[in-house]
């Protein structure tokens, strides 16, 4: 509600329950709650999407050593971004301009649009012994009845079907599970694949409508909608990077990986991309 927020701390031992804050326009807020790296804020009075609007920053990560200014209000969002609700943009479509759409339209492809709520979860690295055991972070997202359709009938007439970024490989394998069903890498084990072009993916119908996911993608996951990817280079240890590696294969990602490296491309949110086939 609009008294109480989580928030994210990089000094979690500083911030623990009882902690007061001060904020912009002589507001203040309390720690009522812990969990991991989240504190629960509860405000003296009510803090909503104007007071943020007017008072915040676009939340750099922190590797981008600067303040963000007036212009990231703009970078760090894609053209197609509709709805507020989400703690990040999803970085693989911030490579997406209205003129690259046209070019993509002009050469016949056709694209349509998810609505995708990245979750707070997306920044935990996996520190489990065992990667099965990680407690995996939901998210929410939003397919029209119209995107199902158009993303549907290209699986049916045997077109790529490619995604842009890791949340949308999230949001449209999740809309396929079965309800109740495995959410796991391993719950159905993966083809062998050989070296060079990657087939397409099993069939699957894709359900519209609004739901959370907590579906996680490690080597041994079938994928069941998405054909080709779009993505950024991301954080080691991340399930972002196991799920690429599920897609890919992981020897083959650590090649990519280690060339990107080698040649000084630049990882993260505001990095270099690669499209994987």
């Known amino acids: 509600d609009d008294y109480r927020w989580w928030a994210i701390t990089d000094k979690a031992k500083r ?12 507001r203040h807020a309390r720690v009522v709650d812990e969990e991991r790296q989240r504190r629960l804020l509860e405000f003296d009075t009510p803090v909503d999407e104007t007071y943020i609007e007017r008072t915040g920053r676009v939340p750099l990560p922190p590797y981008i050593r600067r303040t963000a200014d007036s212009e990231d209000d703009e970078r760090y969002q894609t ?23 046209q070019r993509l339209a ?3 492809v056709e694209t349509t649009t998810l609505t995708l709520h990245v979750g707070i979860g997306t920044f935990a690295p996996v520190r489990t012994e065992e990667v099965e055991d990680h407690d995996m972070h939901s998210e929410r997202f939003e397919i029209s009845p119209e995107s199902a359709e158009a993303i549907n ?7 790529p ?13 999740g809309a396929c599970a079965e309800p109740g069903g495995a959410q796991h890498g391993g719950a159905e084990p993966a083809a062998p694949r050989t070296h060079g072009a990657r087939g397409p ?21 079938r994928f069941r909608v998405v054909d080709q990817l779009f993505t950024n280079f991301h954080t080691p240890e991340s399930t972002l990077l196991m799920l ?3 897609f890919a294969g992981r020897e083959r990602i650590l090649d990519a990986y ?20």
Do not use: C, N, W
């Open 15 to 26: 911030a623990r329950r009882g902690v007061a804050f001060r904020f912009p326009e002589d």
């Open 79 to 101: 053209v197609y971004a509709r709805t507020i609700g989400s703690v990040a943009a999803p970085t693989a479509g911030l490579h997406f301009s209205e003129e690259l759409f």
């Open 106 to 108: 002009d050469r016949g």
């Open 153 to 159: 009938r290209a699986k049916q007439d045997g077109r």
């Open 161 to 173: 079907v490619v995604a842009v970024g890791t949340t949308s490989v999230r949001a449209m394998e």
């Open 201 to 221: 993916s099993s069939v699957a119908e894709l359900r519209p409508g609004t739901r959370e996911t907590s579906i996680f993608m490690y080597p041994g996951y």
């Open 244 to 246: 690429v590696s599920a």
């Open 258 to 277: 280690r060339e990107a490296v080698s040649r000084g491309y630049r990882f993260f949110s505001y990095g270099d991309a690669m499209l994987i086939r």
